[in-house]
């Protein structure tokens, strides 16, 4: 009976705990500035991608609704590009493109870098050197050339490009993730999991994971802020679906038009302007992020 009391009142006590925790949490992030501005600009192109579809009908593969290179007007307020579709359709069903090439390559990014950094990490040895001297000869090789090649290869589906961004990217992912858990194994706790005979697998999910996680966490704000400028570049560049709108299509079709010299501004900017304000929310919300994560920086 005294067991069942004991067991109920520390069930209580951990319940309490985890809600003060949870308010804390809380209080630190409308504290903060720079992640609540992050959060909020970052909710506005969510609920675009989201809902912005189906309440603005637009169908990409309908050419000329419009003139060519057509000036706003009352109906379409963004104008025409240079097949005649509306580009505010084009901004909105872009804004979805480029949430899905930041989320499906950020976690193709975290789930090849983690693994191979916890587990370089924690093993050591010559899993360690065999690693990353792949990681190092992935990191010497430049970027760009590499995804051009990649894309040469094997298309510029949709699919294609995520899988060639998240195959190239993982090397800054590992490295962090190694350098933490070599700091990681040594404590305590980790050393006393060992004595007990937990298992390796074990020890890697319950005790370097959660403990790394929190920059991770840091890491994959950032990373879905890069790839989306990435894969905007590669558009830009003409590598990419044209079946599907992409913010850094339209910019490439200002480009080749020579918007800028005919002042066709509703070309460029709608594109420019979103791909900077997407960009900076992941920024804003990674520096707040860090800070509530982070004690020392919230001395400071």
């Not at 950020?106 to 916890?118: K, Y």
């Not at 999910?205 to 905007?232: A, D």
């Not at 910019?251 to 302007?273: D, H, K, N, Q």
């Amino acid at each position: 009976m005294v067991t069942d009391v004991t067991e109920t009142g520390m069930k209580e006590r951990e319940k309490q705990l985890r809600s003060q925790n949870f308010r804390s949490n809380l209080s630190l992030f409308f504290g903060n500035k720079k992640a609540v501005f992050g959060t909020c600009l970052l909710l506005f192109f969510v609920i675009v991608a989201l809902f912005g579809p189906a309440v603005y009908k637009y169908n990409h593969n309908k050419y000329a609704i419009g003139p060519r290179i057509g000036a706003p007007t009352t109906q379409y307020v963004l104008g025409f590009d240079e097949m005649g579709r509306d580009v505010m359709g084009e901004i909105i069903y872009g804004t979805r493109a480029s949430f899905m090439i930041g989320i499906f390559v950020t976690l193709l990014i975290v789930l090849v870098g983690s693994t191979i950094g916890i587990v370089t990490g924690y093993y050591g040895g010559m899993r360690d050197i065999v690693l990353m001297r792949i990681t190092e000869a992935f990191m010497l090789i430049p970027s760009l050339p590499l995804i051009l090649t990649l894309a040469a290869i094997i298309g510029q589906k949709f699919s294609n490009i995520i899988l060639i961004l998240g195959l190239t990217g993982w090397t800054g992912t590992a490295r962090l993730v190694r350098s933490q858990t070599l700091t990681i194994k040594q404590r305590n706790y980790v050393e006393r999991a060992k004595s007990l005979g937990a298992p390796d697998i074990y020890i890697m999910f319950r005790h370097i994971l959660p403990n790394v996680f929190p920059i991770i966490f840091s890491n994959i704000v950032l990373l879905v802020q890069g790839t989306i400028i990435t894969e905007s570049t590669l558009a830009f560049l003409g590598i990419g679906d044209p079946t599907i709108p992409t913010w850094g299509q339209l910019l490439r079709s200002a480009r080749v038009e020579s918007a800028i010299s005919t002042g066709s501004w509703w070309m460029f900017v709608p594109a420019g302007v979103c791909i900077v304000l997407l960009g900076s929310s992941f920024v804003f919300m990674g520096y707040g992020f860090d800070e509530i994560l982070n004690p020392k920086l919230r001395k400071r």
